[in-house]
């Protein structure tokens, strides 16, 4: 029994001398490989000029490009510009770079990216880029044993996006994102797609930092410039995009359509109450100035109408119309009281005479041929002669009231325009939206991948 236990503690003893030895095998490892490294990179770097491009005088370098778009947006329409944050991915070989070790690929830091030579990348389009350095610059460096070089970067960029404005806010736009090489041409320095044209530019699933635009798609391609230093390769990538019309809808469309019809209650109204009438005019015609001049603020200042400046425009042409409009009937309403009270002031003046004529006349009689009547004959024929007289007064004022009765009447331009303006406002309407929604819009340089 004894024999056993003793055997027992050899074998743990044993095993723990194992252990140990074998993590001081692993980390003497370690250390050995590290000073392998070390000693590849220091005899990689002794007299490597980074000043010389890979192949100069051989061969033509050949870059290799891929983008992972992070976020896109947001797009400004006044600056026409927008900002895209990205994983920028160049790829190159250097044989300058080769080496034989215990790994194919060295992960190293970005610091030795300013030791080797790296392609002077620049974008043709961009206003402002930014190369993210917190904590630390966001750089990554891979070396593979053929000497490929793997160099990423992460960038927030400020590109141009040229818009055509037209159809706004129907519109849609091609954003370009345009990089080659500043300072080699074709002849020195060539740009291609890492995994070809479709599937080099590829964009996150929430990438999206847009609230008026859909991004639909992107396209990248390829084209050459000529300048009085030679043939240079640009790398294209376009970025498809197509505004959201709610906001507009709700901000410009529908004030705007309320408006006219609130124009058009003021047919409704009789044409005498002038003070309405004339309030709904001039205070509809006030609301679509406002209108136009707010939805312009957030457009640049194109010198060609859009489509919400036509129909803000038509809109404004029937608001006005019907403000002519009531100035039209009104016109012609006070002509038409001037022509009745003319005509009832000829048909008054005889009628006043009468009167006076008929109390004359009895009195004269009454004087003359009897004189022996008493005072209560006398009362009693001027009492009925005034009842007479009172009779013929009110019956002139009653015809002179008759003419005032058609005042109030409808105006036959009124009940014109009550039919004539809906009608040509709803198909106006059908035909805007009709031309607008079905038609596609233009995208001025858009191109399809190569």
Same mark, same amino acid.
């Given at each position: 029994?004894?024999?056993?236990?003793?055997?027992?503690?050899?074998?743990?003893?044993?095993?723990?001398?194992?252990?140990?030895?074998?993590?001081?095998?692993?980390?003497?490892?370690?250390?050995?490989?590290?000073?392998?490294?070390?000693?590849?990179?220091?005899?990689?770097?002794?007299?490597?000029?980074?000043?010389?491009?890979?192949?100069?005088?051989?061969?033509?370098?050949?870059?290799?490009?891929?983008?992972?778009?992070?976020?896109?947006?947001?797009?400004?329409?006044?600056?026409?510009?927008?900002?895209?944050?990205?994983?920028?991915?160049?790829?190159?070989?250097?044989?300058?770079?080769?080496?034989?070790?215990?790994?194919?690929?060295?992960?190293?830091?970005?610091?030795?990216?300013?030791?080797?030579?790296?392609?002077?990348?620049?974008?043709?389009?961009?206003?402002?880029?930014?190369? &993210?350095?917190?904590?630390?610059?966001?750089?990554?460096?891979?070396?593979?044993?053929?000497?490929?070089?793997?160099?990423? /970067?992460?960038?927030?960029?400020?590109?141009?996006?040229?818009? +055509?404005?037209?159809?706004?806010?129907?519109?849609? @736009?091609?954003?370009?994102?345009?990089?080659?090489?500043?300072?080699?041409?074709?002849?020195?320095?060539?740009?291609?797609?890492? +995994?070809?044209?479709?599937?080099?530019?590829?964009?996150?699933?929430?990438?999206?930092?847009?609230?008026?635009? @859909?991004?639909?798609? +992107?396209?990248?391609?390829?084209?050459?410039? @000529?300048?009085?230093?030679?043939?240079?390769?640009?790398?294209?990538? &376009?970025?498809?995009?197509?505004?959201?019309?709610?906001?507009?809808?709700?901000?410009?469309?529908?004030?705007?359509?309320?408006?006219?019809?609130?124009?058009?209650?003021?047919?409704?109204?009789?044409?005498?109450?002038?003070?309405?009438?004339?309030?709904?005019?001039?205070?509809?015609?006030?609301?679509?100035?406002?209108?136009?001049?707010?939805?312009?603020?957030?457009?640049?200042?194109?010198?060609?109408?859009?489509?919400?400046?036509?129909?803000?425009?038509?809109?404004?042409?029937?608001?006005?119309?019907?403000?002519?409009?009531?100035?039209?009937?009104?016109?012609? !309403?006070?002509?038409?009281?001037?022509?009745?009270?003319?005509?009832?002031?000829?048909? +008054? &003046?005889?009628?006043?005479?009468?009167? /006076?004529?008929?109390?004359?006349?009895?009195?004269?009689?009454?004087?003359?041929?009897?004189?022996?009547?008493?005072?209560?004959?006398?009362?009693?024929?001027?009492?009925?002669?005034?009842?007479? !007289?009172?009779?013929?007064?009110?019956?002139?004022?009653?015809?002179?009231?008759?003419?005032?009765?058609?005042?109030?009447?409808?105006?036959?331009?009124?009940?014109?325009?009550?039919?004539?303006?809906?009608?040509?406002?709803?198909?106006?309407?059908?035909?805007?939206?009709?031309?607008?929604?079905?038609?596609?819009?233009?995208?001025?340089?858009?191109?399809?991948?190569?």
């Amino acid at each position: 029994m004894a024999r056993l236990v003793l055997y027992f503690l050899l074998l743990e003893g044993c095993q723990d001398s194992f252990c140990l030895s074998s993590s001081e095998a692993q980390k003497e490892a370690a250390a050995n490989d590290s000073t392998v490294f070390t000693r590849i990179l220091d005899g990689l770097l002794d007299g490597y000029d980074n000043r010389l491009r890979p192949g100069l005088g051989e061969n033509v370098t050949e870059i290799k490009t891929n983008i992972f778009v992070t976020s896109f947006g947001p797009v400004s329409d006044t600056e026409m510009e927008y900002t895209i944050d990205v994983f920028f991915r160049q790829s190159w070989k250097d044989e300058r770079l080769c080496f034989k070790g215990p790994m194919e690929m060295l992960p190293l830091n970005n610091l030795l990216a300013s030791n080797i030579w790296t392609p002077d990348t620049f974008f043709l389009n961009g206003k402002k880029s930014i190369a &993210h350095n917190m904590t630390t610059p966001n750089k990554l460096l891979r070396l593979k044993d053929d000497g490929t070089l793997l160099y990423t /970067m992460r960038l927030t960029i400020s590109a141009e996006c040229p818009m +055509q404005l037209e159809d706004f806010p129907m519109d849609a @736009h091609a954003c370009p994102l345009k990089f080659g090489s500043y300072a080699y041409p074709v002849s020195e320095v060539v740009y291609t797609w890492t +995994q070809g044209a479709a599937k080099s530019v590829v964009v996150a699933e929430e990438g999206s930092r847009l609230n008026q635009y @859909h991004l639909v798609g +992107q396209t990248a391609g390829t084209e050459d410039i @000529h300048t009085s230093r030679g043939q240079y390769t640009v790398m294209m990538a &376009h970025f498809y995009l197509k505004r959201k019309i709610g906001y507009f809808v709700i901000q410009t469309y529908m004030p705007c359509f309320m408006t006219v019809i609130l124009s058009q209650v003021s047919f409704w109204l009789n044409r005498e109450s002038v003070p309405a009438r004339t309030v709904f005019g001039v205070t509809t015609v006030l609301t679509m100035t406002t209108l136009s001049i707010s939805a312009r603020n957030s457009l640049p200042k194109v010198a060609y109408a859009t489509a919400m400046d036509w129909f803000i425009a038509v809109c404004y042409a029937f608001v006005f119309s019907a403000l002519i409009e009531f100035a039209t009937v009104n016109y012609f !309403t006070k002509r038409s009281w001037a022509w009745d009270g003319k005509k009832a002031m000829e048909a +008054q &003046h005889p009628k006043k005479r009468d009167p /006076m004529v008929l109390s004359k006349k009895p009195n004269n009689v009454c004087s003359a041929g009897v004189n022996y009547t008493t005072n209560l004959t006398k009362d009693v024929a001027i009492s009925t002669i005034s009842n007479t !007289t009172s009779v013929q007064l009110r019956g002139s004022e009653t015809k002179m009231v008759d003419p005032k009765k058609t005042y109030n009447s409808v105006s036959k331009i009124d009940k014109m325009s009550r039919i004539v303006f809906p009608v040509l406002f709803g198909t106006f309407n059908l035909v805007y939206w009709a031309t607008y929604l079905n038609r596609e819009p233009v995208v001025k340089g858009a191109v399809t991948s190569t």
